[in-house]
Every structure is written in structure tokens, then in C-alpha cells.
């Protein structure tokens, strides 16, 4: 079960868990998982960005990418985990409009490709 109040900062906890379309995970946790996912057997569908709270997950809609259908190949999966990762990069160093903070905390939703 996904701790809704937890920052994850590591990468290897999201392909440990089996529910894990609900971490929380830092900026670099998140491109980490993005650089790593289509060799893991994932394809990153989507990725919603927002502010930590300390604890909780402040939605942003001025943050969210999205990717719709599965590829067929790897090179395919492995080339949309590269744009997850790079929105996730632009985004993170943006401030968030009507703040004085940038994005700081992003859920990934991911499905198995293979």
C-alpha cells in the first residue's frame, strides 16, 4: 500500500512495490525511475507534478504530461520515458505560478510494457 504521506527520495522503491502508481517521489527519484523503466519492463503513461507540503501532495494543473496507447518496442518505451524524464526536469526547476516554489514533488503512473 502507497504511503500518501511519504516523500520517496530512492528510485529502487518504486519498481520494489507492487501498487506503485501512487508514490510521491522527489524530482530526482522520479527522472531516476524515467531513466530506468522501459529496461525494467515499464512504460511511464503519465506524470503529475505538484508541491510537498511536508506531509502531503499539493496538485498542480499547470504540471501534468501524459502519454496515451502503448508502444510496441522498447526503443519506443524507452524514447516516452526519456520526454517523462525531461518534463520532469523543465518542471522542476519552474516555479509554480502563483507561488514562490518550484515543482518539488512528482507522481508517475506506469503500466508494464513487456
Given at each position: 500500500m502507497v504511503d500518501k504521506q511519504k516523500l520517496h527520495y530512492e528510485a529502487p522503491d518504486f519498481f520494489a512495490e507492487p501498487k506503485r502508481n501512487g508514490f510521491r517521489l522527489s524530482a530526482k527519484a522520479a527522472i531516476e525511475i524515467c531513466e530506468a523503466a522501459a529496461s525494467?519492463?515499464?512504460?511511464?503513461?503519465?506524470?503529475?507534478?505538484g508541491l510537498w507540503h511536508d506531509p502531503g501532495f499539493g496538485s498542480r494543473l499547470d504540471s501534468i504530461w501524459g502519454k496515451v496507447g502503448l508502444p510496441v518496442t522498447s526503443e519506443e518505451a524507452k524514447n516516452l520515458n526519456k520526454e517523462a524524464a525531461s518534463f520532469i526536469e523543465k518542471e522542476s526547476n519552474r516555479i509554480a505560478p502563483g507561488t514562490d516554489r518550484k515543482h518539488d514533488v512528482f507522481i508517475l503512473t506506469s503500466t508494464p510494457f513487456r
Amino acid at each position: 500500500m502507497v504511503d500518501k504521506q511519504k516523500l520517496h527520495y530512492e528510485a529502487p522503491d518504486f519498481f520494489a512495490e507492487p501498487k506503485r502508481n501512487g508514490f510521491r517521489l522527489s524530482a530526482k527519484a522520479a527522472i531516476e525511475i524515467c531513466e530506468a523503466a522501459a529496461s525494467e519492463g515499464f512504460l511511464i503513461l503519465g506524470v503529475e507534478g505538484g508541491l510537498w507540503h511536508d506531509p502531503g501532495f499539493g496538485s498542480r494543473l499547470d504540471s501534468i504530461w501524459g502519454k496515451v496507447g502503448l508502444p510496441v518496442t522498447s526503443e519506443e518505451a524507452k524514447n516516452l520515458n526519456k520526454e517523462a524524464a525531461s518534463f520532469i526536469e523543465k518542471e522542476s526547476n519552474r516555479i509554480a505560478p502563483g507561488t514562490d516554489r518550484k515543482h518539488d514533488v512528482f507522481i508517475l503512473t506506469s503500466t508494464p510494457f513487456r
